[in-house]
Each structure stands twice: as structure tokens, then as C-alpha cells.
């Protein structure tokens, strides 16, 4: 059977992209040297949950279901307003954005994606952290930080009022994005 892999995103808008690359430049200056796969400010994205590979028959019954949700908000807002590294900052594997949320309306979609994607076989792996991954140490060359990563950023305010069930083509020169289906929380 045909699979493709899949995650559910919130996609930024022009603007939010344009601030976060504006960030994500001021993190490539100090990170000057270290060996960091930095992502297409066009691809910058918040990640709700990675679904990974999919029976390409049950996309349209998973594109259904998530379409006929219903919301008691009409957008998810968020301040960006920090710089992290996972899985800790002095040794650290992926560098990025840090989100905080005005409200919960996040926790509430993933919440109503995470019941979802159980039905289609996808256990979610993690809790839920609001970010927006900038870059990634390469494998095998990761390295030590010896002081701490700082920058100064103005925050700035990421709306959101739909979330997208995407395909990542992986290919040699990196994954391409494509938007499989756009849900909209207002109907």
C-alpha cells in the first residue's frame, strides 16, 4: 500500500514568516560556524502533530473528518517572544522559536486531533510544545554550546484562524510542503 507523510500545521502568513526569518537571521549571525541545517523562511511553521507515513486510501476519511470539526474560536493567537533548543540549550538538536499562547485554543485543537488520528492508527508521541523550529544541528556534528544562546527581538503576534493537514516530499536537497487541506475554525 501507497503511504505519504503527513503532519497538521498552523502555516504563517507573509508577515509572520518575514518576523520569524528576521529572527531566525539574528540566530544564524550568532550561531556563526556551528554546523545548522536552517530551514526556508518559505516552509516556517508550527507544528501541530507529525503523523508521519499514511495509507494514501485514508487521507481523504482523515481530510473528512477533521473538516467537519467544530470550534468555539474563530482564531489561535500567539506572542513570539523567546529562542529555545530542544531537547536542552547546552546541547542541543534542534534550535527555535518560542511561542506563548494568548488563551488555549492550541491545546484545544490538538486535544481534538490527538482522539483523531488515534482512529487512523497515529498514537501521539509527545506533549504538544508551541514553537516554530528555525534550524537543526546536522547529525553527527552536533556540538556543545559553551555560553548561552541569547538575542534581543521585538515580539511580535502570530493569528492563526485555520490549521492545515499537509504532505512533506522528502527529497535529496530537503522536504517540499504541500497543503493537502485547508480547515478553517470559522465556518
Not at 540566530?27 to 518559505?42: N, R, T, Y
Not at 499514511?54 to 482564531?75: A, Q, T
Not at 534542534?94 to 499562547?101: A, C, F, I, P, Q
Amino acid at each position: 500500500m501507497e503511504t505519504i507523510r503527513v503532519f497538521l500545521s498552523l502555516n504563517l502568513d507573509e508577515q509572520s514568516a518575514d518576523n520569524a526569518s528576521n529572527v531566525q537571521f539574528l540566530l544564524k549571525q550568532k550561531l556563526s560556524g556551528m554546523p545548522v541545517k536552517w530551514e526556508d523562511a518559505k516552509k516556517l511553521h508550527l507544528t501541530l502533530r507529525f503523523l508521519g507515513s499514511v495509507n494514501i486510501d485514508e487521507i481523504s476519511g482523515l481530510s473528512e473528518v477533521l473538516e467537519r470539526l467544530k470550534f468555539d474560536f474563530e482564531k489561535i493567537s500567539f506572542n513570539a517572544n523567546s529562542i529555545g533548543f530542544f531537547p536542552n540549550p547546552k546541547y542541543p538538536n534542534v534550535v527555535y522559536l518560542g511561542l506563548e499562547e494568548t488563551g488555549d485554543n492550541s491545546e484545544k485543537l490538538v486535544g481534538f486531533i490527538d482522539r483523531i488520528i488515534c482512529n487512523f492508527g497515529v498514537k501521539p508521541d509527545k506533549k504538544f510544545v508551541p514553537h516554530i523550529t528555525l534550524g537543526r544541528f546536522k547529525r553527527g556534528k552536533r556540538v556543545k554550546l559553551a555560553e548561552k544562546i541569547e538575542i534581543d527581538f521585538k515580539v511580535f503576534c502570530l493569528e492563526f484562524g485555520s490549521f492545515n493537514l499537509m504532505q512533506s516530499h522528502l527529497t535529496p536537497s530537503g522536504s517540499i510542503y504541500e497543503v493537502i487541506k485547508e480547515i478553517k475554525f470559522s465556518n
